[in-house]
């Protein structure tokens, strides 16, 4: 098998395109190469071979051997010289690179092949022997810390007491005399730690390089880098070994990194820093401020020219905007790397559509170009890029899940009713829960953030949260919370109620303190894109919203429509009256408390006027747009005070014995409440709950079209398992909706359907769809239900199933991505089997993979109607919509051509 892809001297055996087996680094020296840059020669190491070596407890494939060689001395060749010549030696760069670029995340050694004798023949050839010392020194000292693994402090402090005794400040005044004795210590230091001598063969270097380099596909940085960018799916990494040239001779040599446009507004200017008589980790370090490349320009201006030819060239041929690496060496230009440049989410709507205005690229393809996260980071504050990573490392608690992103300031609060009384005396909060429930739904609601001990990405917490566009960091299991001390601590820090705290949702971390955080401002380009994409896609987006301050935002966000509304998320709050929230309260507390039907009635009649009074808000803001209102789901335990303090207050307000409350709340217990008494199988045992929404929902759809609104009311049975039960419930509905419309005299049309959340309900949607007119498909509980796993408890262990260095038996949280294989293969029988029975069946998916981009392309595929997600991810699934589109016709061409 071919391991080793050679490039130089006008040639190359890879191109452009093999990213996936040469990495992005070693396909772009390919092709630049092709196109006949300027590009020092070598040869790349494939991502076969590190997938090979990691697969075969790190040995290498038979064939590597001869294969290196064979390409070395082809080097050799094209180069005019040898690894280790005593005169004029071959120095080679050993780097590593990915099919998707993961900046600092892996290995790199530099000036390979010096020793004892090849130093002197670089310091002979270019007549400088403290340049030829500095550079052995700093092989010596990346040899021995990236390849052995010994610590790179001890080799700084080394470094620092030479500066010490030769009394220099900078590394540039240290002469040859000081670097050679240097190099003398670092290498009886490798003895002492190691056992054995600095190796002096350059064969034997560049196999422990080489070795170096694919092992740090795996180390604990990478990995983490990986899993937080959502990269799966690659071989591993390339190992570049290219020849080394030098911007560190002298003031006709220097090196850069410049992008084709500006990274951080999209602008098309040439954007660059340069540093004259320097390296390219000396960029990098930021040791030394470097000059803009327009002074680069005038200092030398052939050079330049000769740049600005490479961008011109790159950006045409690759079609985006690079990043490239470059060395003056003695007034000789080397393009050393290009790829496609990271760049703000600014940048990347502006870019993409630039390029379509000039031709380079077509609507479709800037539409691909957009990621989910740079949606997503367009909406929510930030970090200040500006405040230095070293201070927020030492301010840094606690890691925990990243369930919504953006940044939040705040002082840490414990209770939900405390952060509601500190939130209406101006101050800023964060909520800081073991868990939340829907009690804590006023604190979460003036929260700048929320932050919770367990729980993963499905918890209430974090639908809560993500519905609202709220920064919720959740299974932070490195948290203590002491609720009893008002405190919390993590590794022996303590943060007590009313301390300053921040989150960071885009990685997961808490940090003490205030950190600055900026709004990133909206691009004109974004609504460009964003009208390409509704142009683009045929799939529906609606969105999940309880409250008409919600269904504004939702509009706002471009949803067309509702496609989940949990009554229940009205209960504790009132959005619209916050003073009459209490009344909401105690109204369907006393209705759960009640233990007859008739008391029962009587609650629910207070609660009527409140749900009416929701719904037409939502009507309102949906004026022409279908809304899917979910009658109430969550076991009713959940609404009702636990201790006993709190019991005795709800008693003395209803006016019953406080026994009375806790036996009743004692009967609601459920040692299993995920699978217990809640969904439709309440309406069943209650039926009066059922007519009471069912009634609110036609009252306030007959006042609003009264008014002129076109009202479009879907009802929704949640967690329906049968035919009969479904049937029962719709008979319900249509006969309580019936009496009212036929009372009011008008027409109203509406539609009664089903959630579909659990397996018999699915594998029985032939029968169900008898019933019901529309499936929404609630994947939150189908996939709890389809894998057995609690959605509110899997976060805790569900990390060494995706964990790549464990079993990695998923590659993504199935709740947040749907499980295609099992929970997805449920989906398209309950949708293939629902049509068959009713073929205009409507069909929707409202759980938390709505607004999952992946997710989203899936429902494309299953020619669902529509997916509703929280308001904030209703952009990210148009997009995602409008990809699939897109995907799909480059499939089709694809396809087309190869019949
Ligand atoms: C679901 O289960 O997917 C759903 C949307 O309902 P909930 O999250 O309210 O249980
Ligand atoms: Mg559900």
Redesign the pocket.
């Known amino acids: 098998m071919k391991y080793i892809y050679f490039f130089g001297a006008g040639k190359a055996e890879g191109d452009g395109q093999m990213k996936d087996i040469l990495g992005g680094k070693g396909a772009g020296l390919a092709e630049m190469t092709l196109v006949h840059l300027p590009v020092p020669a070598g040869f790349t190491i494939t991502t076969e071979c590190c997938d090979y070596f990691l697969k075969h407890d790190h040995r290498y494939p038979t064939e590597l051997r001869g294969q290196v060689a064979k390409y070395l001395a082809q080097l050799e060749k094209v180069t005019g010289k040898k690894l280790g010549d005593a005169n004029d030696p071959l120095l080679v760069s050993v780097r590593s690179g990915s099919a998707r670029s993961m900046p600092g995340m892996m290995e790199t050694i530099l000036n390979l092949g010096l020793n004892d004798r090849s130093v002197e023949g670089l310091a002979k050839r270019t007549k400088n022997p403290r340049f030829a010392w500095d550079a052995y020194r700093r092989f010596v000292q990346m040899y021995s810390s990236v390849v052995i693994g010994l610590p790179k402090e001890d080799l700084e402090v080394k470094l620092r007491a030479l500066k010490t005794r030769l009394n220099v400040k900078d590394d540039t005044s240290v002469s040859a005399e000081g670097w050679m004795e240097l190099v003398g210590e670092y290498k009886s230091y490798f003895n002492e730690k190691t056992g054995k001598p600095f190796p002096e063969h350059p064969t034997e270097q560049l196999w422990g390089a080489i070795g170096a380099v694919f092992e740090s596909w795996m180390a604990e940085k990478a990995v983490t880098y990986r899993r937080v960018e959502h990269i799966t799916g690659l071989l591993g990494t390339a190992v570049n070994v290219v020849q080394m040239v030098f911007g560190n001779q002298g003031e006709n040599s220097g090196t850069g990194v410049c992008f084709t446009r500006d990274p951080s507004t999209g602008e098309k200017t040439f954007y660059g820093d340069f540093l004259i008589n320097a390296q390219g980790e000396d960029v990098v370090a930021g040791i030394r401020t470097p000059m803009h490349l327009s002074q680069m320009a005038k200092l030398m201006p052939k050079v330049y020219k000769q740049l600005e030819r490479a961008r011109q060239l790159l950006e045409k041929h690759y079609r985006d905007m690079q990043d490239m690496e470059f060395t003056v060496d003695e007034g000789k230009l080397y393009m050393l790397q290009t790829r496609n440049g990271k760049r703000t989410p600014t940048a990347t709507f502006r870019i993409a559509v630039d390029m379509v205005s000039e031709g380079l690229i077509t609507r479709d393809e800037a539409l691909e170009r957009i990621t989910p996260e740079d949606i997503e980071r367009l909406f929510y504050p930030v970090i200040d890029p500006s405040v230095a990573r070293g201070e927020l490392g030492k301010r840094k608690l606690a890691v925990g899940i990243n369930a919504v992103p953006g940044a939040a300031v705040g002082k840490a609060v414990f209770t939900a009713h405390e952060a509601e009384d500190w939130a209406a005396k101006g101050e800023k909060v964060i909520l800081v829960r073991r868990e939340t429930s829907p009690e804590d739904v006023g604190g979460m609601a003036v929260a700048q953030g929320v932050l919770t001990a367990t729980g993963g990405k499905?918890s209430h917490a974090a639908?809560v949260a993500r519905g609202w566009g709220k920064c919720c960091i959740v299974g932070c299991e490195g948290l203590n919370i002491d609720y009893a001390a008002k405190q919390m601590s993590s590794n022996g820090h303590v943060v007590r109620q009313g301390e300053w705290i921040t989150l960071d949702g885009n990685d997961g971390s808490v940090f003490e303190g205030q950190v600055q955080l900026t709004v990133p401002e909206m691009p004109k380009s974004y609504q460009t894109m964003m009208k390409w994409a509704d142009q683009t896609r045929r799939l529906g987006v609606r969105a999940?919203a309880d409250t008409a301050q919600d269904a504004r935002k939702a509009r706002e966000m471009g949803a067309e429509g509702i496609g989940?509304c949990?009554t229940e998320h009205m209960f504790f709050k009132d959005f619209e009256q916050p003073e009459r929230s209490a009344d909401r309260q105690l109204a369907i507390q006393e209705m759960i408390i009640a233990e007859t039907s008739e008391a029962r009635r009587k609650a629910l009649a207070k609660l009527r006027p409140f749900q009416r009074r929701d719904f037409i808000g939502i009507f309102e803001a949906m004026n022409g747009f279908p809304v899917t209102i979910?009658l109430l789901?969550?076991p009713l335990h959940e609404f009702v005070p636990h201790d006993p303090k709190q019991q005795k207050e709800l008693a003395d307000k209803i006016g019953i014995d406080p026994k009375v409350v806790a036996r009743r709340v004692d009967q609601l217990h459920e040692s299993n409440p995920m699978l217990g008494h809640r969904g439709s199988r309440l309406s069943i045992t209650y039926p009066e709950i059922l007519e009471m929404q069912v009634g609110a929902i036609i009252d306030a759809a007959i006042e609003c079209q009264k008014k002129g609104i076109k009202v479009l009311p879907e009802i929704m049975h949640?967690?329906t398992m049968d035919r009969k039960e479904l049937q029962i419930l719709t008979d319900a509905t249509h006969r309580v909706a019936g009496e009212i419309i036929r009372e009011a005299g008008v027409k109203l049309e509406y539609l009664v359907g089903t959630?579909i959340?659990l397996p018999r309900a699915a594998l029985l949607a032939d029968q169900m769809a008898e019933v019901a007119e529309f499936f929404?498909?609630?994947?939150?509980?189908?996939?709890?239900t389809v894998m057995g796993l609690s959605?509110d408890d899997a976060g805790r262990f569900l990390f060494d199933y995706l964990d790549e260095k464990r079993a990695a038996i998923f590659a993504t949280d199935p709740f947040q991505t749907l499980d295609r294989t099992g929970v997805g293969l449920l989906i398209q029988w309950a949708i293939t089997r629902g049509r068959a029975t009713r073929p205009k069946l409507k069909v929707g998916?409202?759980?938390?993979?709505g607004g999952d981009s992946q997710s989203v392309k899936f429902c494309h595929q299953l020619n669902m109607n529509y997916v509703s997600a929280s308001p904030f991810r209703v952009p990210i699934s148009r997009l995602a919509a409008a990809q699939a589109v897109v995907e799909e016709k480059r499939k089709g061409s694809a396809k087309a051509k190869r019949n």
Request: glycine share 8%; charged share 25%.
């Open positions: 499905t639908v999940n989940l949990r979910r789901d969550p949640p967690l959630m959340e929404s498909f609630g994947t939150n509980d189908l996939t709890q959605r998916i409202c759980g938390e993979h």
